[in-house]
């Protein structure tokens, strides 16, 4: 939803079945469907919309693109109503430069475009641009008691490696996201196993202004996938990460053939020589699996025929080749994309201009319930 690029996307299906999304496990998922149950729809025939973000800090990685991106494109072909945004507002809750920043902000616009968000049939626009997002924020912000944010996982985890402590912008963010996601009133949310927490206290503040001004947020529900998280090349019981320090962990959508290929030979295995796929026994191998099956599109029995009469040390050259190859289209659309700033601003300014003429009539609504003229 917001941390690491990682993404928040709200989904409408108008079928009854469970489409999933997003990066959790099988525990994870258990828990959020029951949790699902106890939040039944009171608009059958509400907007059919699709609402997601992605923070402007850092060029997107394999597991940004695998675990949320490549989903994006095909939501916007299924769905009628769809927005991306790029959340410039989250990535402040740590210190940015103004002038990376900036750039930023237009990369990742580039970035998503490459990849194939098409502004015909998806609304992409910036975040900061749209003010409703920040007014419904400081209202929903006034409905959470403080013990509720301060004992939410991903707050404990960045005080913890932090001097002094996070901010204030850094606690209630979960807040704004739950504003993204119910300003456009959307009905269900992908989430990746560490935002459970978060999901939770969007339904819980959508249930809340429901009881106490009327039924004006449908309360969302999760879409889930049993997709696992990529893993880092580096050390594969953790999560791949953009702000790994270990440079050779991360394969970024624009590294280059060369530095993808080096950085899959000196990816974390073991002492086994045969591919096989046993993630609790074989976690680097198994990672290269999943890559692999992901990338290729097929499932991961069939990526482990491609490996028959291959060693580890080749596999690696295998699943870095298919790497190289998915990202090469993308990666010279990005080159082109970024020679044109006014082409990405203009994207960025008409998306968000679309955007206000959906999020202005729910403000107006909220504000004028809870008293504001």
Same mark, same amino acid.
């Given at each position: 939803?917001?941390?690491?690029?990682?993404?928040?996307?709200?989904?409408?299906?108008?079928?009854?079945r469970h489409h999933c999304y997003g990066n959790v496990g099988t525990g994870v998922i258990d828990s959020a $469907?029951?949790?699902?149950?106890?939040f039944p729809l009171f608009q059958k025939d509400a907007v059919k919309r699709v609402f997601s973000g992605i923070?402007?800090?850092?060029?997107? @990685? /394999?597991?940004?693109?695998?675990?949320? =991106?490549?989903?994006?494109?095909?939501?916007?072909?299924?769905?009628?109503?769809?927005?991306?945004?790029?959340?410039? #507002?989250?990535?402040?809750?740590?210190?940015?430069?103004?002038?990376?920043?900036?750039?930023?902000?237009?990369?990742?616009?580039?970035?998503? #475009?490459?990849?194939?968000?098409?502004?015909?049939?998806?609304?992409? &626009?910036?975040?900061?641009?749209?003010?409703?997002?920040?007014?419904?924020?400081?209202?929903?912000?006034?409905?959470?008691? /403080?013990?509720?944010?301060?004992?939410?996982?991903?707050?404990?985890?960045?005080?913890?490696?932090?001097?002094?402590?996070?901010?204030?912008? $850094? $606690?209630?963010?979960?807040? $704004?996201?739950?504003?993204?996601?119910?300003?456009? *009133?959307?009905?269900?949310?992908?989430?990746?196993?560490?935002?459970?927490? @978060?999901?939770?206290?969007?339904?819980?503040?959508?249930?809340? &202004?429901? *009881?106490?001004?009327?039924?004006? &947020?449908?309360?969302?529900?999760?879409?889930?996938?049993?997709?696992?998280?990529?893993?880092? #090349?580096? %050390?594969?019981?953790?999560?791949?990460? +953009?702000?790994?320090?270990?440079?050779?962990?991360?394969?970024?959508?624009? %590294?280059?053939?060369?530095? =993808?290929?080096?950085?899959?030979?000196?990816?974390?295995?073991?002492?086994?020589?045969?591919?096989?796929?046993?993630?609790?026994?074989?976690?680097?191998?198994?990672?290269?699996?999943?890559?692999?099956?992901?990338?290729?599109?097929?499932?991961?029995?069939?990526?482990?025929?491609?490996?028959?009469?291959?060693d580890t040390a080749r596999y690696k050259l295998l699943v870095a080749d298919a790497v190289i190859q998915k &990202?090469?289209?993308? *990666?010279?659309? =990005?080159?082109?994309?970024?020679?044109?700033?006014?082409?990405?601003? +203009?994207?960025?300014?008409?998306?968000?201009?679309?955007?206000?003429?959906?999020? @202005?009539?729910?403000?107006?609504?909220?504000? +004028?319930?809870?008293? #504001?003229?």
């Amino acid at each position: 939803m917001h941390q690491d690029n990682d993404c928040q996307i709200a989904v409408i299906k108008n079928r009854t079945r469970h489409h999933c999304y997003g990066n959790v496990g099988t525990g994870v998922i258990d828990s959020a $469907l029951k949790a699902n149950a106890c939040f039944p729809l009171f608009q059958k025939d509400a907007v059919k919309r699709v609402f997601s973000g992605i923070q402007p800090t850092g060029i997107p @990685h /394999l597991g940004n693109y695998l675990g949320a =991106i490549e989903t994006w494109v095909k939501l916007q072909e299924e769905h009628g109503s769809v927005l991306y945004s790029i959340v410039d #507002l989250h990535s402040i809750t740590v210190p940015q430069d103004p002038a990376v920043l900036r750039q930023s902000i237009l990369d990742m616009t580039a970035v998503l #475009l490459a990849c194939g968000i098409n502004p015909e049939k998806s609304i992409l &626009f910036q975040q900061s641009q749209v003010s409703e997002h920040t007014q419904l924020s400081w209202i929903l912000t006034c409905m959470v008691r /403080l013990p509720r944010l301060q004992h939410l996982h991903q707050w404990k985890a960045k005080i913890a490696t932090q001097k002094h402590g996070g901010t204030v912008g $850094l $606690l209630t963010y979960p807040v $704004l996201q739950a504003a993204d996601i119910l300003l456009y *009133k959307s009905t269900h949310v992908p989430v990746g196993e560490d935002q459970v927490q @978060h999901m939770e206290l969007v339904q819980d503040l959508a249930q809340g &202004f429901n *009881k106490k001004y009327g039924e004006v &947020f449908p309360v969302p529900r999760s879409i889930l996938t049993s997709m696992k998280k990529v893993k880092s #090349l580096r %050390d594969p019981s953790a999560k791949m990460s +953009k702000s790994d320090p270990d440079k050779l962990a991360t394969v970024r959508i624009t %590294d280059s053939p060369e530095e =993808i290929v080096q950085k899959f030979r000196k990816a974390v295995t073991d002492f086994t020589s045969e591919v096989t796929y046993e993630p609790a026994r074989r976690a680097g191998v198994s990672n290269l699996v999943a890559i692999h099956a992901a990338v290729v599109g097929v499932p991961v029995e069939e990526a482990l025929q491609h490996s028959a009469g291959l060693d580890t040390a080749r596999y690696k050259l295998l699943v870095a080749d298919a790497v190289i190859q998915k &990202f090469a289209p993308i *990666k010279s659309e =990005i080159e082109k994309l970024k020679t044109d700033r006014g082409h990405l601003e +203009k994207v960025l300014q008409v998306g968000s201009a679309k955007a206000r003429e959906l999020a @202005h009539p729910v403000c107006q609504e909220v504000k +004028k319930l809870v008293g #504001l003229l």
